[in-house]
Structure formats: C-alpha cells, structure tokens
C-alpha cells in the first residue's frame, strides 16, 4: 500500500484541503506539524526563491517536519496548480508508523526517490 493510500485511510479531516495555484501551503523555518498526500494537483517546494521539487498527484510531502526534533520546515510549499491535500499529523503520523510499519517504508522510499532526483539535478549542474 502506498503512502498516498495509507493517509487517505487514516487521516481524520473529513474534507481535503483546497488551495489555488500560487497559495502558500506552509513556509521554510515554520514548525510543522503535519503532512500532506496530495489528491490532486501539483505543489511546488521551494528553497531560497529556487525551485528544488514539484510534487505530483498521489505523493506526500511535508514528512521532514515530523521526524525532526525541531519540526521545522526545510522548505516552502506553495501550490503549482489548484490543489487538494489529506493533512496526516504528527499524533496519527506516529500511530500509522507503529500499526502500519509498510507505510514507513513507503514515506522513506518517497523522500528517497525525490533527494535521488534532487542528486542528479545537481550533478547535472556541474
């Protein structure tokens, strides 16, 4: 089972988050508490004014917050597109991890494929 698939079983919102092209999901330094799978749309992770990431439909995002010990955001999320978002917070982040021990595997192999990605965008730029 997906990430994507584990958050839209657990989460607790009845209605997804909604958030039109150009709006701020949440801001590089802020503190975290949640993370989101995105339904539908496209969000984009920015890190001073550059662009690193897009996400797309049926991936999550905004895990790093949870498993630092400062919940910080490493980047902002703005929405590349109309967009709606299952938000997954840190309480039911950490009792999904525990009962569904897959979905940890599925949150890492995410986060593993995008810094593969960011990796050989850097080595391209040299």
């Known amino acids: 089972?997906?990430?994507?698939?584990?958050?839209?079983?657990?989460?607790?919102?009845a209605e997804p988050l909604k958030f039109n092209q150009g709006d701020v999901i949440f801001r590089e330094g802020e503190t975290g508490d949640e993370m989101y799978a995105l339904m539908?749309?496209?969000?984009?992770?920015w890190?001073?004014?550059c662009l690193v990431e897009i996400i797309s439909?049926?991936?999550?995002?905004g895990e790093g917050a949870l498993v630092q010990?400062?919940?910080?955001?490493?980047?902002r999320a703005i929405a590349h597109t109309n967009c709606e978002l299952?938000?997954?917070n840190h309480s039911r982040f950490l009792f999904v991890?525990?009962?569904?021990p897959m979905f940890a595997i599925e949150v890492m192999r995410s986060?593993?494929?995008?810094l593969r990605l960011l990796k050989e965008k850097l080595a391209e730029a040299d």
Do not use: K, W
């Open 97 to 100: 991890c525990q009962n569904t």
């Open 40 to 45: 539908s749309g496209a969000v984009g992770l």
């Open 57 to 61: 439909e049926g991936d999550v995002f």
């Open 86 to 88: 299952i938000p997954l």
């Open 1 to 13: 089972m997906s990430a994507f698939t584990t958050v839209n079983l657990y989460h607790t919102n």
């Open 69 to 75: 010990p400062s919940h910080t955001r490493a980047s």
């Open 111 to 114: 986060f593993s494929d995008r």
């Open 47 to 49: 890190v001073n004014d």
